[in-house]
């Protein structure tokens, strides 16, 4: 499957963004998607993730309340909606795609088989 990510951007702190990621070439509903970013000089991290149905979700402690992951299977897109971002927000966001179906939550990104480019989200104080 191929992944197309869009959306990243400047924003104030406070403020919104989404995120959208297309899916193309194979099934979508057969994977798990997740979110993941990686900060400047700092490693990957899990960002949140979504069932092959759209429930359930999974959200990292750091975005927990404040970002949402969700998923169109009709349009093969899995979103992510972030709000009240935080200057730590800040990093490059990819979309990733797991076949792995006995697994939940999947947050380690070995368990992902397929990614897409990033997208650079700036959060600035």
């Known amino acids: 499957v191929q992944l197309q990510a869009s959306g990243g951007g400047l924003v104030q702190a406070g403020g919104f963004l989404g995120l959208s990621c297309a899916a193309s070439?194979?099934?979508?509903?057969?994977?798990?998607m997740g979110w993941f970013r990686q900060a400047p000089g700092k490693e990957r991290e899990f960002v949140a993730g979504v069932s092959r149905r759209g429930v359930p979700t999974y959200y990292a402690d750091s975005v927990k309340g404040r970002f949402t992951i969700f998923r169109d299977n009709t349009k093969n897109t899995v979103y992510l909606q972030m709000n009240s971002l935080e200057p730590d927000d800040t990093a490059v966001y990819s979309c990733?795609?797991?076949?792995?179906?006995?697994?939940?939550?999947?947050?380690?990104?070995?368990?992902?088989?397929?990614w897409g480019q990033g997208t650079l989200v700036t959060v600035s104080s």
């Open positions: 070439g194979r099934t979508f509903s057969n994977y798990v």
């Open positions: 990733a795609a797991s076949v792995d179906g006995a697994k939940w939550p999947i947050t380690n990104s070995y368990d992902y088989d397929y």
